[in-house]
């Protein structure tokens, strides 16, 4: 499984705006002194391998936040933020104002826009949205956490308040991930 650089390159900006460049530069120098492979200039087009990936995020997590995983779902909104909103490189799947639209074609190609693996569905029934995500070659925290809230965040942008119910959890050792999202207009 790879995963598109962009994730690097929103992490950037992130820790970036939080810690300043100087910082941002320290990390990755320590990261590539452990690994070669974040020696070379990762561009949003960059294919990154998975394990490398979570590498990063590991490393990310130990240096700027404490190990605290909560932050994924934080990462998640900042991504959504970032990439949906006007200006954003994906702010063209919020074009449609069709939430139905949104949440079964929209949500599911963008995981494909990120990530070469996995299957992500949505599906809107009354007011309830469905999202799951299987066939993940890994199960990591991250996959949970952050698509979560950068899907709460989507949602927000969208014009939609929600109330979050998990179903099926990596955290709770689940092989697969399934929240159900009840819509509230805001």
């Known amino acids: 499984m790879n995963i598109k650089g962009t994730s690097i390159v929103t992490g950037k900006v992130i820790i970036t705006a939080a810690f300043g460049e100087e910082r941002w530069n320290s990390f990755i120098a320590k990261l590539a002194a452990k690994d070669k492979f974040f020696s070379s200039m990762i561009m949003s087009v960059t294919l990154i391998p998975v394990e490398k990936h979570l590498f990063f995020l590991d490393e990310m997590l130990k240096e700027f936040f404490n190990n605290d995983t909560n932050q994924y779902i934080i990462f998640g909104r900042v991504a959504a933020k970032f990439a949906l909103s006007p200006g954003g490189p994906y702010h063209s799947y919020l074009l449609t104002k069709d939430i139905k639209q949104f949440v079964e074609n929209g949500m599911p190609k963008l995981w494909s826009t990120y990530y070469d693996e996995g299957k992500l569905t949505g599906r809107l029934e009354n ?52 929240y159900q999202y009840e819509l509230k207009d805001t």
């Open 127 to 178: 007011n309830i949205v469905h999202i799951q995500l299987s066939g993940l070659p890994i199960k990591h925290i991250y996959f949970e956490y952050m698509i979560m809230g950068y899907f709460k965040q989507a949602l927000k942008i969208f014009g939609k308040k929600s109330n979050e119910k998990k179903i099926k959890s990596i955290a709770n050792g689940d092989d697969n991930i399934y």
